[in-house]
Every structure is written in C-alpha cells, then in structure tokens.
C-alpha cells in the first residue's frame, strides 16, 4: 500500500485536469454494491427528494465500498467516492445535516437551493470544524460539531490525521471535503458573484429543473430562456475559478457539456434488458 495520498477522488481528477464522472444513487445497500463496481469517480446519494436516513446511508457507505479494488489500486482512495445531497434547503441555514453526514464519512456535501452569500457561508461553514481565530483560512467560521470517529475510519486514518484532511477543498489544499451549491432559482442568479466570493466552495450545480420551473419553462432544458440562464451561470463561474457541475449529461448532450466547459458531469446509467430482448425475440 503506497503512501495516503489524496482520498477524494472527484478532487483528484480536478487537480489533475480530468472531468470526474458522478451519478446520483438512492442510499440503498444493493444500488450501493452495484455502484461500487462501476468505473465512475464518485456518486451522490440523494436524500433531498428521497428519505433522509443516517441509518441507510451507513449502510450504502459500507457496501460501496470494494476492498478488492482498493488493495489493488494500492491506495486508500475509494474507486467511487460518495457525496450526499441533504434535503435543508439554503435558505433554511440548517447545519446539522451536513454534520450527520460528514460524521458517517462522506466526502462531499451538496446544499440545494443557495440563493444568497449568507446561505453559502453558513454552508461552507457547516462542513468546518471549529478553529483559533488566528488560524489560517479562519474564514468561513467552522461550524461542525465534534465527532470523528466514525468518519476516520471510514477514511482508514487516524483520528489526527482525519483533522488534517478534513476541512474543505480547494480553500485548503489538502482538504479532502467538497461543498457543492445548487443554483436553481432567479435569486441565485442574481447573487451569484457574491455567492461565489465564498471561500471554500468547492464546486456550484446548475438546479436544471427548478430553475426552469421559475423561468416558466418547465424542464424544458433547451429552451432559449433556460438555456442563456445556464450560459450565464456557466460564464460568471469561471469567471470566479469555480468548478461547475452538470446534472443532466446524456449520450446525446455529452459532447455539447464538455464543449461549454463544465466540469463535472452527472450521467444517468440505465438498466439493460438485451439479453431478455433477445430471448423474448426468439420464442
């Protein structure tokens, strides 16, 4: 086993100039194994619009788990690195959600509905533990409740070292948390450079089918109006340096989204029935 290098794996790919693939999974133990054995960077359990469940979610994290892989990567780096959407939307300035799921050991968390600067600070902080207030990067205000032990194993460190590593990414480099922000709304368009003027986040996600709710154009996501409100979402991102996430990348849109710069793609993998086809082609 080499030498603990970087644990996140969607953090690694960006450092390395790859787009990281993702895909959004139920916190189920069997889509858990199943995910596990892709080739994908990373999932996110989605527990906005499913039940929020701690207990489930441990599981899910155990089964995605494939020890094989990892032994013969040498490397304690997951080949799928888990992340969690919580159902707290921003405006509710909720943080114990996002201590829950940290405390299980996930590596990233996704806040839903961000529409203001203090939104997005109080997200970042939720994802920091407390600090001297002459420590660097003291800013945003660390949040988190301390309980480690549970997540420094699920990372295979010590509790020491899980302190190291566990502060947000890329404000502090060797952080191996990402905070992500939906942006779904007009009010988010609207603050969206005073959002990004957040230290600490890590990445924002375009909110494809709220905002094309509030827009009039209900997942209509190449709609002209959707599309130009994406565009600018895009543009003032990377004005800012910040990574920006695409929920809905398809066979028939994924040459569009790498084009237009995005940076980590959320692809949708479908059941196959060939072999019942044929079978059924065949009687």
Not at 39 to 61: C, K
Not at 67 to 73: A, E, I, S, W, Y
Not at 85 to 105: C, S
Not at 141 to 146: C, F, P, V
């Amino acid at each position: 086993m080499e030498k603990i290098g970087r644990l996140n794996g969607i953090i690694a790919a960006l450092e390395e100039g790859r787009r990281p693939t993702m895909a959004f999974a139920r916190a189920e133990r069997e889509e858990a194994i199943q995910f596990g054995l892709s080739a994908l960077d990373g999932i996110l359990f989605e527990m906005e619009h499913t039940p929020y469940s701690p207990s489930e979610l441990r599981d899910a994290l155990q089964f995605l788990l494939n020890r094989r892989r990892m032994v013969d990567g040498g490397k304690l780096q997951p080949n799928v690195t888990p992340f969690v959407r919580i159902p707290a939307n921003g405006a509710e300035m909720n943080t114990w959600m996002a201590k829950q799921v940290l405390d299980q050991g996930v590596y990233g968390v996704v806040f839903p509905h961000v529409a203001t600067a203090e939104q997005a600070r109080n997200a970042v902080a939720a994802c920091r533990y407390a600090r001297p207030k002459d420590a660097p990067n003291y800013e945003p205000k660390g949040l988190r409740g301390d309980a480690p032990n549970t997540a420094s194993r699920y990372w295979g460190l010590t509790v020491p070292e899980y302190y190291a590593r566990a502060d947000v990414w890329p404000l502090v480099p060797e952080g191996e948390i990402m905070v992500v922000l939906m942006i779904e709304s007009v009010e988010a368009m609207e603050n969206l450079a005073e959002i990004l003027a957040v230290p600490g986040i890590g990445a924002i996600m375009i909110g494809e089918g709220d905002l094309s709710q509030q827009l009039g154009f209900p997942r209509q996501y190449e709609h002209p109006v959707v599309a130009e409100a994406k565009r600018k979402i895009l543009a003032t991102a990377k004005r800012a340096g910040v990574r920006v996430a695409h929920p809905h990348v398809t066979s028939g849109n994924v040459a569009e989204v790498i084009a237009e710069g995005y940076d980590i793609l959320f692809t949708s993998p479908s059941r196959s029935y060939a072999t019942l086809e044929k079978a059924k082609s065949l009687m």
